[in-house]
């Protein structure tokens, strides 16, 4: 699988916008960029994906580099509710075998400050 | 939709004991998944299910571990003479249609 970097943690005032960046510069052309998030006692929760073009849903937007090795999922406006580990995955499409599994590294520590 | 459901959530055992836990997931998922995740750790894949069958088994599963969906509805993941090194959270997933997948709060095991 292709791996991610992410920083460690980050922090950020509530009420701002949160820029959270992956690098996947290994990235082949079938992967999807998935993103999930894992509240302090949670499962991971699924949060947005995409392929070459910025999504946007009502979580969060995903911003992914013209030659897709980076992309960068935004939060606009982080409550307290969104501190989280914030983990950037990519995952083949679903024609390829053995993509059914997410590897997961250790993701971004992200830290709301009142 | 309750959302995919562990149990026991906690479970203390002594070293050597066997331990089984639950997953029901998402009514009418076809797909569900177990995964481990220990202390400042993501989660790591275990196996994973299409209905009733196994189809793919990560190495980490070891030959103490098994799981089963018997019906294709819940399944269990029962470790055998355990051992510290089996202490983590033991977190379940299922999934109907690609990319979303639901993770439950999982099960956390440890060994004394």
């Known amino acids: 699988d292709a791996k991610t970097t992410q920083p460690n943690s980050m922090e950020s005032n509530e009420e701002e916008p949160v820029h959270l960046p992956c690098n996947h510069s290994?990235?082949?052309?079938?992967?999807?960029i998935h993103w999930y998030r894992q509240l302090p006692s949670q499962g991971p929760e699924y949060v947005i994906h995409g392929l070459t073009s910025n999504v946007n849903n009502r979580m969060a937007s995903l911003a992914i580099a013209e030659d897709r090795k980076s992309s960068t999922l935004i939060l606009h406006r982080a409550t307290l509710r969104d501190a989280a580990v914030y983990y950037c995955i990519l995952r083949a499409s679903l024609s390829n075998f053995g993509n059914e599994k997410l590897t997961f590294g250790t993701g971004t520590r992200l830290t709301i400050i009142p | 939709d309750t959302g995919v459901s562990q149990d026991p959530r906690h479970k203390i055992t002594k070293r050597g004991q066997n331990v089984t836990f639950r997953c029901d997931p998402i009514?009418?998922?076809?797909?569900l998944y177990w995964y481990r995740q220990t202390l400042g750790q993501g989660p790591e894949f275990l196996t994973y299910?299409?209905?009733?069958?196994?189809?793919?088994k990560s190495r980490l599963l070891s030959d103490r571990f098994s799981a089963e969906r018997p019906k294709g509805s819940f399944s269990t993941l029962e470790i055998q003479r355990t051992e510290q090194g089996d202490s983590a959270m033991y977190l379940c997933?299922?999934?109907?249609?690609?990319?979303?997948?639901?993770f439950g709060q999982g099960t956390r095991l440890t060994v004394v």
């Open positions: 299910f299409q209905n009733e069958a196994q189809l793919e």
């Open positions: 290994t990235i082949s052309g079938t992967d999807y």
């Open positions: 009514s009418e998922h076809n797909r």
């Open positions: 997933a299922s999934s109907l249609k690609w990319p979303q997948t639901f």
